[in-house]
């Protein structure tokens, strides 16, 4: 591959061309999944750019302040109307995906530890880590994690597509693009991501950049200290970011390591999405709230490609991200436990 210029130069006019192009089918979050695919085929086809860490933190403190913008006052009303219905939604995707890595497990598809690791929801990056602490190989727990991520984000989008272009009646408002920045915002958000960010790698709270900034601007935010200001322009450079930080994690690598293992796992993957899927037809019958908010709800991807395609999409986005911030936290909490637990105790020794 060529120097890290005219690759620079080729991600750049590759995420440009997908972005017009899922832009013009109207695809929710084309602005992440573009980017994010333009890097996946960089890499396959031999590059070798790093994102700057940095530059994807601070994406992820803007994701975590769009998460606390949509559900501000209304998140722990959201938990607290409907907690039985979140409590099982979050043990329903905890359950299916443990149940998802014993199984994979048990039919060596996948070593024991790298198999529960990789099914775990969520907290993808937080996963990697923590599954090579452990022993795992995280090489494939890395795969199976940002592989179903592209999974989960590019299903949710194509459905939110089709059921929004059948639902719609009025066309879009026309998006500006660059708005007047209030001096009394704009500043103050920029300074709350950035403090969120660097508190996250001075303390290394797993995922903290998304969460610390979430935290803070909801605190801002509900005490009435200042409004979180996060202009169009500010959130379609993150969301590139964000596709490039999944994309640029396929190693090649990585890819010929699970290509031997890539149609179970793909299979294995698209279960757990239809086992939330399922769950989320329930919910909305529940529930009586819309098809497509119960689907994002209870969809195994990331909280912050989820806030994403929700922020482009006419759902209630408010219960969307009530519902995947409180299974982020739960996750985050309890997922090395359950990893380590099923690897140690159910998961039969020399798997």
Known sequence: MRSHRWQWLILLGLSALLMAGLEAVRLP???????????I???????????????????????????????????LGEVRGHWPVFLAAILWVIVASSFLGWFLARCRVLPGSTAVWGSSPGAATAMVFLAEAYGADERLVAFMQYFRVVLVSSSASVLARVWTGAHSAHAQPAMVWFPPLAAKAFPPTLLLITVGVLLARRFRIPAGPLLLPMVLGLLCQDTGLFILQLPPWLLALSYTLVGWGIGLRFSRAMLRHALGVLPRMTVSTLALIAVCAVFGVVLSHVTGIDPLTAYLATSPGGADSMAIIASSTRVDMPFVMAM???????????????ARFLARHIIPTGQ
Do not use: D, E, H, N
């Open 29 to 39: 979050a084309a602005l992440m999944i573009g980017p994010m695919l333009a890097a």
């Open 41 to 75: 085929l960089l890499v396959a086809g031999g590059g070798t750019l790093k994102l700057p860490q940095g530059f994807l933190l601070a994406a992820q403190g803007v994701v975590g302040c769009l998460i606390a913008q949509a559900i501000p006052a209304a998140f």
């Open 324 to 338: 995947q911030a409180s299974r982020f936290i739960t996750v985050l909490i309890t997922g090395p436990y359950i």
